[in-house]
């Protein structure tokens, strides 16, 4: 039942910003993480980026320093902002509800970043 709506994905050039969002709706029980992770044609997903409840946040190391996640938590909505943006990180972006009791996470259907110029 639990639903992940993603926006905000497009073309951009090097060392530019884009900004994406992902609202969920239904019904989560407890405290949640929520994040995101990308995937490249031909690459693993990877971890771009999680937030907790509280605000505690933890970034991939390639994203380290240009990338900013966060939440709020009245509008079920979390945010990634990306800055200085490369051609690598062009990427299926997905957007995640990680529920701690029961385990169980939740998926966007992915929104496309793509990075050139």
């Known amino acids: 039942q639990v639903q992940l709506a993603e926006s905000g994905g497009g073309l951009v050039q090097p060392g530019g910003s884009l900004r994406l969002s992902c609202k969920w709706s239904g019904v989560i029980y407890g405290i949640y993480d929520m994040g995101w992770y990308r995937q490249a044609p031909g690459k693993q997903r990877e971890l771009v980026a999680t937030i907790t409840s509280d605000g505690s946040t933890n970034y991939g190391d390639s994203v380290k320093g240009r990338f900013t996640i966060s939440r709020d938590n009245t509008k079920n909505t979390v945010f990634l902002q990306m800055d200085s943006l490369k051609p690598e990180d062009t990427a299926v972006y997905y957007c995640?509800?990680?529920?701690?009791?029961?385990?169980?996470?939740?998926w966007g259907q992915g929104t496309q970043v793509t990075v050139s110029s």
């Open positions: 995640n509800v990680h529920q701690f009791i029961p385990a169980r996470d939740y």
